[in-house]
């Protein structure tokens, strides 16, 4: 049964609409006024359930997609989505501060994190080390509050920034990057593509698909990283060139060589990256324009050489995941 919200606002004597939205996976009903928009809602669950119309984000099913303040000139009325299926995400100005608190905690523990004891030459290649570990690296984690579990999101973006490999390739290239984030699959996926990763304004900002498109777990680990270290190619090329696949290919031979010596071994002799019927598709280095693996150079502004090697790639990857669930069977 839907919960009903205090209507105590609206006035009793201007007609009104019964309008339900899910939120958390739990339905609750609004009494809004019959010739109201969706900025009228945006106000009243902020009045009701304390979230900050900034903080909102409406998935209006079928058809109509993703709303969220400010809204257009003239924003869906209500009667047009009185039938349609509304899902708000949006968190209250204490649960952001309860995340953002804790993702300071996690960035203070790595600044006090101290150097084992070792000779004097140790000892100062260590503090070197530690240094710039200090200075080239994610300034601040930020999982997405509204989601659900974000401390799995930041737990899983401090393993990103942790991990061995990603931490030699960010030493070697002096790269700090101020936010890494999470993605929300609702808002970058299409019928044709799903984006894998951002990168803004050349390393400003780089957001990262953890989750599954159900929300019900999160994306293989190996894929994400591999995924991170193409948007960290984009801190210096923002177009898919060659000089762009070139410094890719060398901060993943980075990553996965300082992975495999802190390990002993590798797992596997096969890499996989995309999974099975996934495509990667990212903005480049600067908000704008978007690039699709496999996409015809009409389709992007790579070479006819980078268009085909991405299209090689694709093929690859998808053989190579089709001969893992093969072996999986096998094994049952």
């Known amino acids: 049964m839907a919960e009903r919200a205090d209507t105590s606002s609206t006035s009793s004597n201007s007609p009104t609409l019964q309008l339900t939205i899910h939120h958390r996976g739990k339905p609750v009903t609004f009494d809004l006024p019959h010739d109201g928009t969706i900025t009228d809602l945006a106000e009243r669950i902020e009045e009701v359930l304390s979230i900050p119309a900034a903080n909102q984000k409406f998935m209006v099913t079928p058809k109509v ?39 300071s905690r ?7 994190s101290t150097i084992p004891a070792a000779s004097p030459a140790a000892r100062a290649r260590n503090s070197q080390q530690a240094r710039d570990e200090a200075i080239y690296t994610f300034t601040t984690l930020r999982p997405l509050p509204y989601l659900p579990h974000p401390e799995r999101s930041l737990a899983f973006l401090a393993r990103l920034r942790d991990d061995p490999g990603i931490k030699a390739t960010m030493r070697s290239h002096r790269w700090t990057v101020p936010v890494l984030t999470e993605m929300n699959p609702a808002e970058h996926t299409t019928h044709d593509s799903r984006t894998l990763g951002l990168n803004r304004n050349r390393g400003e900002v780089i957001e990262l698909r953890l989750r599954t498109d159900a929300y019900d777990g999160y994306r293989d680990y190996k894929t994400i990283r591999k995924t991170l270290c193409h948007e960290l190619a984009h801190n210096v090329h923002g ?23 802190s390990k002993g071994r590798a797992l596997t002799d096969q890499e996989f990256y995309d999974p099975a019927g996934e495509i990667h598709m990212d903005h480049g280095g600067w908000t704008g324009g978007e690039y699709i693996l496999g996409a015809s150079e009409s389709n992007n502004s790579s070479s006819d050489r980078s268009s085909a090697m991405s299209r090689r790639e694709v093929l690859a990857r998808a053989a190579e995941e089709r001969m893992r669930q093969q072996q999986r069977k096998a094994g049952e």
């Open 65 to 103: 997609g993703m709303l969220k303040p400010p809204f257009q000139e003239s924003p869906p009325s209500l009667q047009s989505l009185v039938a349609k299926k509304i899902v708000l995400m949006g968190s209250t100005v204490a649960e952001v501060a309860s995340v953002d608190a804790a993702a």
């Open 106 to 112: 996690a960035t203070s523990q790595l600044r006090k």
């Open 239 to 261: 177009e898919h060139d060659g000089d762009f696949w070139k410094l890719c290919r060398e901060v993943e031979k980075e990553v996965d060589r300082a992975d495999w010596t």
